[in-house]
């Protein structure tokens, strides 16, 4: 649905941060942020961000939202992965941090 580099509007100064990430939407809201982080000369921490929508539950089934998060979030992780090739410019196999 989207696919932009964002910015974010501050609530309450009505301040613009401009180039904060490249954001991917999807139709169901879902999203897939990368941000890059880190204000040393040498080195940076790309982070990228996870967000699920959780559909309400259908007859006779519990809610998607009562699955474990790793679970619920494992594929767009993976299109994430796909897309970004983080692995492949990094080297690294998996994340040093999960929150």
């Not at 967000?51 to 089934?61: N, T």
Request: proline share 7%; no cysteine; charged share 25%.
């Amino acid at each position: 649905r989207i696919a932009d580099d964002f910015e974010y509007t501050d609530p309450v100064d009505k301040s613009v941060a401009s180039q904060q990430g490249v954001r991917l939407v999807f139709r169901d809201n879902s999203r897939i942020i990368f941000r890059l982080s880190g204000t040393g000369s040498v080195g940076a921490t790309i982070r990228m961000y996870i967000e699920a929508v959780a559909p309400p539950p259908s007859e006779g089934s519990g809610s998607a939202i009562d699955r474990a998060p790793n679970e619920a979030l494992a594929p767009l992780v993976e299109l994430g992965l796909k897309i970004s090739k983080l692995e492949e410019f990094t080297g690294r196999e998996e994340p040093t941090v999960i929150t």
